[in-house]
């Protein structure tokens, strides 16, 4: 047990200077006349205690207990109560032989409280103090006229003053101050436990945030690397169809050269020949009547057949200057691809802003396929031109040839101009007319039949083309190309129905067509052989 070692004044109330009264074990008695300061003693146990009420220690205010001065004594500025403990039987927590409690005030009001001479907080030195059962606001200190008001209490009040000495009052106010922060707890708790529960929804809600946008940030990148493989790879295909086109513009242009270099061959040919018919002419002149007429129906026949060459060289060359001019407007238009692809290169990074002219170029291109096409069907014509000039070259070679044997014949009849003679030569001549007139007949109708059957399948494949482009857009507009009608789901299935049902129709068309056009290019091989 604790007991009180000495008290230390200086400054309050009538204590001007400093006052240490000692005390001992047991029972102390201070004794003095009236006015001596015996009170305030009390006061200033009361006060270093730690009572917050001044009216208790008998003053208005904080400030009041400051020693106030006399006619010879200045006021002082602040003042101040130690109490020393004696702990030698631990009955403190802190292990210390004495415990000592020291509360200041000052002018301006406020309290400084210290434990062995360190600043610490109210609150800490009541807990202190109720470690040996010290209560400021308790019947540790019983003050003047409180035995007469503890006479007149009621049984249930002396219960609770018998308690609050006993000590149990102390664990009492303990238990309810313990339930009452239980409650707080439990009700901070409730909140903690809500504000948790709010928080972890947040927070799965954000978690699925992160994944969704970590998801649309992967997907990003994945849709740029998507877009500049698909950039690359259409402008190497539109590279390598650009050294398609020009490597084909090339090779039409040289063969535009041998066009030109045959029709200037047969057309010194067919001068040659006219040459030749006129010297025939002449010496038809100097022959009798009847071989005069055998050999000009023949010339007649020839000058026909020439002029039929004639006519067709001037289609060819018409052709020809067609397929120049469509040779020009390709060779313009690589430039502007070119143009393109370089524009395309430098605007790659803004590949989604760009979208729009992608399509654009997605439409040029097929164009451009559109005009390879065409140039594909334009040198097949040509090659198919080839093969025709090739023909007639060899029908003229061998007219020539005819012309030269009915030439020399003729000259050599007319060496000898005997009757059986120029009979034999006559019925020569007829026999050899009638067999060019019969290969004439026949290769003009394989050369009919060639052409009609080769436009049939250029009209055929046309309109497979035109089927497949209408099935392909159909697909990706909203509006129908033929009726302009909205694109519905069962339009869409009518319109690839019919186009698929178109192609296979032409194709049907194109296999008979070119079987014929192969049994016609034999039969005209073996009629020219014969």
Sequence with gaps: MTFIKKLEING??????????????GINIVVGPNGSGKSNISDALCFVLGRISSKSMRAQKSKNLIFMGTK????AKEASVELVFDNSTNTFNIQTPEISLKRIVRQKGGSIYK???EVKTRGEVLELLAQSGIDPHGFNLILQGQIQAIVKMHSEERRKIIEEVAGISIYESRKEKSIKELEKTDTKLKEISTVLKER?????????ERSQALKHKELEKTIKRCKASILTKKINEKNKEISSIIKSLEEKSKE????????????????KNNDKINQINKQIKKSTGLEQEQVHE?????????EGLRVRRENYGNRRIEIKKRIESMKESVPQYEKEINELRKKSPLIAKKQEEL???????????????????????INSVKERIKDKSNQITKINVASESIIKQIEENSQNLIFDDL????NKIKELSNVLLQKKLSLEKFLESEIKLEKIISSSETQISSAKEIRRKVQEIDICPICQNKMTEEHLKNVIKSSTEKIIKFNEKIIPGKEGIANLRKNKEKTRNE
Excluded at 72 to 75: A, E, R, V
Excluded at 200 to 208: G, H, Q, W
Excluded at 260 to 269: V, Y
Excluded at 423 to 426: F, K, L
């Design 72 to 75: 010879n004594k200045k006021p």
């Design 298 to 306: 023949i010339i007649s026949d020839t000058k026909a057949e020439i």
């Design 12 to 25: 309050f109330k009538s204590f001007a200077q400093k006052t240490e009264i000692p005390f001992k074990q």
């Design 115 to 117: 434990i062995n001479n």
């Design 256 to 271: 535009k050269e041998n066009i030109k270099k045959k029709i200037e061959f047969i057309q010194d040919k067919i001068e």
């Design 423 to 426: 009979e034999s030569c006559s």
């Design 359 to 381: 399509k654009k170029k997605k439409q040029e291109l097929e164009i451009l396929g559109e005009q390879r096409k065409l140039a594909y069907t334009q040198k097949t014509k």
């Design 200 to 208: 972890r929804l947040f927070l799965k809600n954000l978690e699925y």
